[in-house]
């Protein structure tokens, strides 16, 4: 790759400590328009495409079972998870329980605290007829574990592990289900806090927390141009990250037995911004 320059931990840290902890501080000014919607729409379709039942909504086009099996609780990781836009806006409202993952202190704090205000909403919806607050919490049907660290280091067959956990909010189960594995590890917008060792092994050990064949490691990431062809990476240096190219993360992900299911470009987003593509990988 032609970047020589590699992020440094701390300087990341120390950038998005900075921001504030809301939409538009997590998306670089552009939470208050259309992309959280666009964003979270197209990585829901992204994942039913894959895992059609995690489709909560009744459909002709699936036949009624004769006699309803034990419902299976469906476990996403959300890591760089910031203040829970993912967890809330795409998982959530799909799988049962979710760990986020976050290692700055101001975004973790407000997810907690808007996680936990989910338990006083009740089944409150809004002036458009939208649920209020965190799906699942306040029934106790669904729940989300705060853990406070960074990726480097992160281990998520183990996330006990050199981490902080902050607490559970929701569901309890009857066993602890911490080291249980997950049907979906979901990487957005923070990879590129990783240098090329970092992620290679994160992701070595993210496939071995995977809970079986169909699970999923999600990857949704800017791209960089490829001038000539080939795999490149562009260092920013005011948050101390790497924005990868198409070739160099397929080069990553060759490396460590992750084969690409399948891959879309997010389309709708403004002009002006780095192209936006997700991969579905699975283990090889």
């Not at 020589?4 to 900075?18: E, R, S, V």
């Not at 290679?200 to 000539?228: H, Q, W």
């Amino acid at each position: 790759m032609t970047s020589d320059t590699q992020p440094n931990l701390q300087a990341g840290i120390d950038f998005w400590q900075k921001q504030p902890a809301s939409l538009d501080g997590v998306l670089g000014g552009f939470g208050s328009g259309p992309l959280p919607r666009i964003d979270a729409l197209g990585s829901r379709q992204f994942l039913l495409g894959l895992l059609p039942e995690l489709c909560a909504v009744p459909s002709t086009l699936r036949l009624p079972r004769v006699e309803p099996k034990p419902q299976r609780r469906y476990r996403a990781l959300d890591v760089g998870a910031g203040i829970g836009r993912v967890t809330v806006d795409v998982l959530l409202r799909l799988v049962s329980d979710v760990v986020l993952l976050e290692p700055v202190e101001s975004f973790i704090k407000e997810a907690m605290e808007q996680c936990k205000n989910s338990m006083l909403l009740g089944s409150s919806h809004n002036d458009s007829g939208y649920a209020v607050g965190w799906p699942g919490i306040a029934d106790g049907r669904k729940s989300v574990t705060f853990v406070k660290a960074p990726l480097q280091n992160f281990d998520p067959a183990r996330p006990n592990n050199n981490t902080e956990i902050l607490g559970r909010i929701g569901f309890t189960p009857a066993e602890d289900d911490t080291e249980s594995g997950f049907d979906i590890i979901w990487c957005q917008w923070c990879l590129g806090h990783l240098n090329d060792s970092d992620l290679t092994e994160f992701l070595r050990m993210s496939k071995y927390a995977l809970r079986d064949p169909r699970s999923l490691i999600v990857v949704k990431e800017n791209l960089c141009a490829e001038p000539g062809g080939r795999p490149t990476a562009e260092f920013d240096e005011a948050d101390s990250s790497l924005t990868r190219s198409d070739l160099a993360f397929k080069k990553i992900f060759r490396e460590v037995g992750l084969k690409v299911f399948r891959e879309k470009v997010q389309r709708g987003f403004p002009q002006g911004l780095y192209a936006v593509k997700i991969y579905a990988l699975r283990a090889s």
